[in-house]
């Protein structure tokens, strides 16, 4: 049942390491815990907070006049923040001398999940602040830029409301269904024309940041936003993904013991378990890069993040980037890496390697040209990055493929608060993944294996 509330009288009014961390933590938080509603976080969103969202939206002398909560995720589509949706009843224009027209609107809020596990917690706070930072300042000062030189903005939703207070975190933002967005089915892993889209914006998000950090006038995106804070400082947080990375691994190795010919990869999995860390925060550190692969990344591009509009004949047409909880100044190898070895069928992804790279260096350079740039890296450039690259793509498909092929009973429903705990996530991890290889539809096992050959015939694994 939605909750409904009528409203009577509707009136007045760094740092390298830290930067790396935030993104890795935040894969395999996926594999933990899907973030589900409860009355907690219902009760974040109040009369205040909705009114404000609605005036952004439709103006100051928009009046509030009723509103609910209407959810609408499923299990496993949602793992750091509790997504839902309010549509609120309103009156625009000029209330005061009894006129305004009474209208119907949409939003989507994301909520503090209010977890009871420390380590979470402590990562809420500073995943709002990097999103709620991103979506209230980064993005428009981007397209403020992109305005000025004749480009169209980022596509990402307009956000109406932010509020990160500690522990109360909520944002607003605009609904995009009824524009005609929806999210394509995860499992069946995305096709090229779904692909060109996204990469084209990939490349447009990570050449505008490039110029906006040309205008800063400390030339630091990360320092004039305070985007280099991390939440895993704390003994509890490394420890807690620590053991989760090691499990989706020994899952993984597990799943290969019982198919030849992958002895040598199951002997690099069980090395490489206990330095899953260090490798994912060597990648992930800014101290690594520098121009001209040193680009903000989306940090989080997978099917679950992406919302396409279609036309009549069914073809994509237009893309929307959603979830910016981990936006991360890094090489923009990462991105594509994470992407096409995470949301992508074996074949798809190797026929049109080429292709979606070329795509991707197309768009990216046509911004940076407007911009008035130079050419800044050639496809060749750009190809010998991805590849070197590759290993980010391998540990992270290794880790969201299950997710992103995951029915409802797949996903874990408790939160890691010990040890003992801890055993057991790790535990029914690898007993899930081994059904989800054996089950008929047979989607897991030939999307990994895929994976695994390339990274075998490119050296990433030797």
Not at 290 to 307: E, S
Not at 397 to 406: F, R
Request: hydrophobic share 40%.
């Amino acid at each position: 049942m939605p909750l409904t509330v009528s409203i009577a009288s509707a009136g007045g009014r760094r740092s390298g390491q830290t930067d790396a961390v935030l993104g890795v933590f935040f894969i395999v938080l996926k594999g933990l815990v899907a973030a589900e509603g409860n009355a907690e976080s219902h009760k974040l969103l109040t009369e205040e907070n909705v009114r404000a969202a609605l005036e952004s939206d439709q103006g100051p002398d928009a009046t509030l006049l009723s509103w609910r909560v209407r959810d609408f995720t499923q299990k496993g589509d949602n793992y750091a923040c509790f997504v839902t949706s309010v549509e609120a009843g309103g009156r625009g224009g000029a209330v005061q001398a009894g006129g305004g027209e009474e209208r119907a609107a949409s939003y989507v809020a994301k909520l503090n999940p209010r977890r009871v596990n420390e380590a979470l917690n402590e990562m809420m706070a500073k995943l709002f602040y990097r999103e709620g930072t991103v979506f209230t300042k980064v993005v428009p000062a981007m397209n403020r830029i992109l305005a000025r030189i004749g480009c169209p903005p980022i596509a990402v939703a307009k956000c109406f409301f932010c509020s990160l207070a500690k522990g109360e975190e909520v944002l607003i933002l605009e609904d995009l269904r009824p524009r005609g967005f929806r999210m394509w089915d995860r499992r069946r892993g995305l096709d090229a024309p779904h692909a060109r889209l996204v990469l084209q914006e990939l490349g447009r998000f990570h050449a505008a940041s490039l110029l906006l950090e040309s205008e800063l006038p400390n030339k630091d995106l990360l320092r004039t936003y305070s985007l280099g804070d991390h939440f895993m400082s704390s003994d509890a947080a490394k420890k807690l993904f620590g053991g989760m990375v090691s499990a989706q691994l020994e899952a993984t190795a597990r799943i290969l013991e019982e198919i030849p010919k992958y002895e040598r990869v199951c002997q690099w999995l069980h090395e490489t378990k206990g330095e899953s860390l260090n490798m994912f925060t060597e990648m992930l550190d800014p101290a690594n890069y520098k121009p001209p692969f040193f680009v903000l990344n989306h940090g989080d591009c997978w099917n679950n993040n992406l919302l396409f509009r279609y036309d009549d004949s069914g073809a994509p047409v237009q893309v929307m980037l959603v979830d910016l909880q981990v936006a991360r100044k890094v090489s923009p190898a990462l991105d594509l890496n994470y992407f096409l070895y995470s949301s992508f069928n074996g074949p798809e992804r190797q026929q049109n390697l080429e292709q979606f790279l070329k795509v991707y260096h197309d768009s990216f350079s046509r911004v940076t040209s407007a911009g008035g740039f130079e050419e800044l890296f050639g496809i060749d450039q750009l190809r010998d990055e991805f590849r070197a690259k590759m290993l980010f793509g391998c540990i992270s498909g290794m880790m969201i493929m299950p997710l992103v092929l995951s029915e409802e009973k797949d996903v874990p429903d408790f939160d890691v608060k010990s040890d003992e705990d801890m055993e057991q996530y790790k535990e029914e991890r690898q007993k899930v993944l081994l059904e989800m290889s054996k089950r008929e539809d047979g989607l897991l096992k030939p999307r990994l294996l895929d994976m695994l050959d390339e990274m075998m015939e490119f050296g990433i694994i030797s």
